[in-house]
C-alpha cells in the first residue's frame, strides 16, 4: 500500500533513507487492521490524549511492537495518570517495550532512538 503511493517519487532517493515513518491521521481502528509493510509498528500515547487510549484502541496496542508515551513533560498540568496508563497498555499486551518521551526536554529520547538503532540492524 505505502510502495504504491512512493511510485514517482522524483529526485527522492528512498534508498538512502535511514527510516520512514508511516503516520496515521484519525482513529486507530483502521490502520491496525492493514499490513503496511512496515518492519516495526508503534503506537503513540500523548499524555494529552489520556490513560484510556489503550483501552479503546485495543488492536492498535495489541498489534505494535512498541508503545510510545509522548509529551511526558507536560504530563502533570494534564492530570496523566502515568501508572494507569502503563496497566492499561500492559493489560492490552503485556511485556510491550514502553519508552516515555518528550521531544521538548529530550527526555527518553535516547533509548528510543537507541532502540531504533537497534531494529535497523536486526531487522534490515
Sequence with gaps: MIGK???????????G???LFIENVGNLVC???YDLG????????????GEDKPLKY?????????AVITKIDISE???????LALRN??????GIRIFETS?????????WLGYLAEAQKVLG
Design 31 to 33: 490502520p491496525s487492521s
Design 17 to 19: 533513507l535511514d527510516y
Design 58 to 66: 485495543p488492536t492498535m496496542f495489541n498489534s505494535a511492537d512498541a
Design 77 to 83: 498540568p494534564c492530570g496523566f495518570d502515568r501508572d
Design 89 to 94: 497498555i500492559n493489560e492490552i499486551r503485556p
Design 5 to 15: 503511493h512512493l511510485d514517482g517519487w522524483e529526485g527522492v532517493a528512498l534508498s
Design 38 to 49: 512496515e518492519k516495526i509498528r508503534v503506537a503513540l500515547l500523548s499524555v494529552t490524549e
Design 103 to 111: 521531544a521538548k526536554t529530550g527526555a527518553g529520547m535516547e533509548e
